[in-house]
């Protein structure tokens, strides 16, 4: 019998910020580099918030192939891609500016169509049938990175507790017009996508997150979003934080190494 059972949770912690994002930044170039071996392409999805700042150790690093990334967004927020409050401007701002990835390997929402929040999921899921569905062929995309943070509520992408796109099964991409944080109009990565990535990668900093964390790793019976991201076999999922962020955790850590 096939074992589907998810992989446990890898948690590597670092003393400080300059020794998490070098080893982020180390993990993510293995990442790319086996996935370009395999299929010539690198699918990374990522999100917003405190994470495009610890990506840092990826600017002016020659190892870094971005003519062969191909991002989307985890999640977004349906205003203009320049809006203060867009995931992809603060990506432009903190990451992609400062990096020569080609424009069109950069995959946004379309504003244009932010009155009708179904038309924009659906357009954005064909965004990722384009990529993803010709060369995979699977039930739903296989990212081969995503790249996310949490909320201190332990809400992942725009994932909130309690909200009804905690149960989707189907679709890969969906819509809230009432998210509990603003702005409430957002496009989410739902579980499934989340669940059949082959790596996923949470980055925590800071004592504001101890409380969540201890109870996402802890206590996954909970059912925070985030305890709910557990990539199916041959997935995995790794938590990068600093001490702060781990230090009401009991979950074992593991030392970080390639």
């Given at each position: 019998m096939v074992n589907t059972a998810p992989n446990a949770p890898v948690l590597c912690?670092?003393?400080n910020n300059a020794e998490l994002q070098n080893a982020l930044a180390q993990f993510?170039?293995?990442?790319?580099?086996?996935?370009?071996?395999?299929?010539?392409?690198?699918?990374?999805?990522?999100?917003?918030?405190?994470?495009?700042?610890?990506?840092?150790?990826l600017i002016d690093n020659p190892a870094v192939k971005w003519d062969k990334w191909q991002v989307f967004y985890a999640d977004e927020r349906v205003v203009p891609l320049d809006h203060e409050d867009s995931n992809h401007a603060l990506n432009t701002?903190?990451?992609?500016?400062?990096?020569?990835?080609?424009?069109q390997n950069i995959h946004t929402i379309d504003p244009s169509l932010a009155d009708d929040l179904e038309e924009l999921a659906d357009a954005y899921e064909k965004e990722l049938i384009r990529e993803f569905a010709m060369k995979d062929s699977a039930r739903f995309p296989v990212f081969d990175l995503i790249l996310l943070g949490i909320g201190p509520d332990g809400h992942t992408c725009s994932l909130f507790p309690g909200h009804a796109l905690l149960s989707e099964e189907d679709r890969w991409v969906a819509y809230i017009e009432d998210s509990?944080?603003?702005?409430?109009?957002?496009v989410t990565l739902t579980f499934p996508v989340l669940n059949h990535a082959a790596r996923v990668a949470f980055v925590v900093t800071g004592d504001a997150k101890a409380d969540?964390?201890?109870?996402?790793?802890?206590?996954?019976?909970?059912?925070?979003?985030?305890?709910?991201?557990?990539?199916?076999?041959?997935?995995h999922l790794y938590w990068f934080t600093d001490e702060a962020a781990a230090s009401k955790v009991q979950y074992p850590r593991t030392p970080f190494k390639l």
């Open positions: 912690t670092f003393p993510i170039i293995r990442a790319q580099k086996e996935s370009i071996e395999k299929k010539g392409r690198f699918g990374v999805a990522i999100s917003g918030g405190s994470l495009p700042k610890q990506l840092s150790g701002r903190e990451l992609f500016s400062k990096v020569p990835i080609p424009p509990p944080k603003p702005p409430p109009k957002r969540v964390l201890h109870t996402i790793l802890d206590e996954p019976e909970q059912g925070l979003p985030a305890s709910r991201v557990r990539p199916v076999n041959p997935g």
